[in-house]
């Protein structure tokens, strides 16, 4: 499985920013893609998530905000963030994971139970 983030730069906060994630390899029918953001010397944090029927979960700090799609005849998974604050800036990636053994939402998708990941790409948002 391969996933490659693009997308990312510098905006000025109230702004608006759209990432992608091109993924390949991913042969379930049944997955979860995600998105995840890091800043340093913080623990990655899920931002938002979908699954294979589209449905989507977000953290309650971006919800209202960011919107997370997936072109599945691309095989693009997207984030569309918009309202962009200074405390949006890190390092965003995007996951996937196979296993339906926790559900596909933020709270349930620990950054350590995805699978794949890509290398990410970053975010800086001045005020």
């Known amino acids: 499985v391969q996933m490659v983030e693009s997308g990312g730069g510098s905006v000025q906060a109230g702004g608006s920013l759209t990432l992608s994630c091109a993924h390949s390899g991913l042969t379930s029918n049944r997955y979860c893609l995600g998105w995840f953001r890091q800043v340093p010397g913080e623990e990655r944090k899920g931002v938002a998530t979908?699954?294979?029927?589209?449905?989507?979960n977000y953290a309650h700090s971006v919800k209202g905000r960011f919107a997370i799609t997936e072109d599945t005849a691309k095989n693009t998974l997207y984030l569309q963030m918009s309202s962009l604050k200074p405390d949006d800036s890190a390092t965003y990636y995007c996951?996937?994971?196979?296993?339906?053994?926790?559900?596909?939402?933020?709270?349930?998708?620990?950054?350590?139970?995805?699978?794949?990941w890509g290398k990410g790409t970053l975010v800086t948002i001045s005020s």
């Open positions: 996951a996937a994971d196979w296993r339906t053994y926790w559900a596909c939402t933020v709270q349930a998708r620990s950054a350590a139970v995805m699978n794949y």
């Open positions: 979908i699954d294979r029927d589209g449905t989507t």
